[in-house]
């Protein structure tokens, strides 16, 4: 789990893994398997910035599975 928002009575490694926003790189960093395919659901902002790190770490587009969610724009 990663919290954006740890509290001080929260643990990394117990509570969470890492603190802060979610990137691209940090989800890359997670998983060890040049194969893995990457679904997300969220706003389309957000989304698109993990998009372009992902992009960014050769992840193929045919890897990254997505939908948004939030007003419509």
């Given at each position: 789990m990663i919290n954006?928002?740890?509290?001080?009575q929260d643990?990394?490694?117990?509570?969470h893994y890492a603190a802060g926003?979610?990137?691209?790189a940090l989800l890359a960093e997670q998983v060890d398997n040049p194969d893995a395919h990457y679904f997300?659901?969220?706003?389309?902002a957000f989304m698109?910035?993990?998009?372009?790190d992902l992009a960014a770490l050769s992840v193929p587009d045919e890897?990254?599975?997505?939908e948004t969610f939030g007003p419509a724009g």
């Open positions: 954006s928002q740890p509290g001080p643990s990394e490694g117990r509570d926003r979610v990137d691209g997300m659901c969220s706003p389309a698109a910035d993990i998009q372009a890897q990254v599975h997505y």
